[in-house]
């Protein structure tokens, strides 16, 4: 007889894993994007060393700093450490995090020419540095603390590709949309094939969970996003691996909530910018991940702690609610506070609805 698989069965079981299927958890399982940054001291040594590719591309450094984050805070879940833009190098891109400027892709697109010359990536062999981290993790990780895996959207991803770094107004990336829409429909297709396999062999290699970032997809109109991203978007979910939950995660998206529900995920990330409760009551029967301004661990901790309040009563005590910020937390969040909002999360939650 085989021997049942522990791990698995406590990984299944977990508050995190239970929340993104819609069942009752013991307190509010919380996680936080951007829980390993330069916030940290521990990452900041680090990269003192090495730069930040290098540190997504060295496995067991990525994955030293998956779980230190985990370790320090006492979350509920892991996000591997990698990039959402890694995956454009191997397409053809020439990818730069510059320390002022961010990212920069110095060969952006501009036509349709441009878009042919762009690659197919087999993930598991051109993205094998982040299986390795992804696997070093997974055996690093306490048995019952789940590993996210993650990828950048099609509609995000392709605003880098066009602007060629961070935009304020996507000005390039809509004139791409709006002139050669039979290019972008192309680029967003293979960037769907592209992503939905990288997710895959993320959860391949160990990840409990995929989260795919749309970051900056609320600059677009509801009939955009139905006519551009959403066909795109909606693909890259479906092909993800059965049982694999999906967190589809935006920011600005009051406008295009029941537009990506549409486009589907398991649990839908929302942004500080809708209170939870009437995001959830739109969206209806799926989990739901949020919200906390991350300005908010800027404060005093009796004022974080009011505020995480005020979140888990919005979410009623309901099944479902994976409790997030509303964005990646800032690089100058002192880290004490972020260990009080994990505590404060697990012990007013676990008192149930007040
Ligand atoms: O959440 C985690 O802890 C996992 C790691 C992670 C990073 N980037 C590490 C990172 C994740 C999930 C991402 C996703 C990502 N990357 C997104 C989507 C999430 C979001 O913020 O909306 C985007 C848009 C990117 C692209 C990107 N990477 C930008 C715009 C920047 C520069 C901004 C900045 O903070 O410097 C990065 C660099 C980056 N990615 C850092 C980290 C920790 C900072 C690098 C450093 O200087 O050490």
């Known amino acids: 007889m085989s021997e049942i698989p522990r791990p698995a069965a406590t990984l299944f079981d977990s508050p995190f894993m239970r929340a993104c299927r819609r069942e009752p958890t013991p307190y509010t399982p919380v996680w936080l994007m951007r829980q390993a940054g330069r916030y940290m001291e521990s990452y900041r040594q680090i990269r003192a060393r090495v730069s930040f590719l290098e540190l997504c591309k060295t496995p067991d450094l990525a994955a030293e700093v998956t779980v230190d984050a985990v370790e320090r805070l006492g979350v509920d879940a892991a996000i591997i450490f990698a990039d959402i833009l890694l995956i454009l190098e191997p397409m053809g891109m020439q990818l730069e995090f510059s320390p002022g400027d961010g990212p920069v892709l110095h060969n952006p697109l501009q036509t349709a020419a441009d878009v042919e010359r762009l690659r197919e990536v087999d993930a598991a062999e051109s993205l094998s540095f ?40 996507y000005t390039r990336t809509k004139q791409f949309m709006y002139t050669q829409p039979q290019a972008w429909h192309a680029l967003m297709a293979l960037l769907s094939r592209n992503v939905g396999r990288y997710l895959n062999a993320q959860a391949a290699a160990g990840a409990q969970v995929v989260q ?143």
């Open 130 to 169: 982040v299986m390795q981290a992804v696997r070093a993790a997974r055996t690093a990780l306490a048995p019952d603390v789940p590993l996210i895996g993650f990828a950048g959207a099609p509609f995000t991803l392709a605003s880098y590709m066009i602007e060629g770094g961070s935009s304020r107004q």
């Open 212 to 354: 795919l970032f749309d970051s900056w997809v609320g600059n677009l109109s509801p009939a955009d996003y139905r006519a551009f991203v959403l066909p795109h978007s909606r693909e890259v979910i479906a092909a993800v691996t059965p049982g694999v939950p999906v967190i589809h995660f935006g920011t600005g998206t009051n406008a295009l909530l029941e537009l990506m529900r549409e486009a589907g995920g398991d649990v839908i990330g929302v942004d500080f910018r809708v209170e939870l409760d009437d995001a959830w009551q739109r969206l209806g029967d799926v989990a739901i991940q949020g919200n906390l301004d991350p300005a908010v661990l800027m404060a005093e901790r009796p004022y974080i702690c009011r505020r995480v309040q005020d979140i888990l009563r919005q979410a009623g005590g309901c099944a479902g609610h994976v409790f997030n910020l509303g964005h990646g937390i800032l690089p100058t969040t002192p880290v004490d506070n972020v260990r009080a909002l994990v505590d404060d999360v697990h012990e007013l939650s676990a008192r149930g609805p007040s």
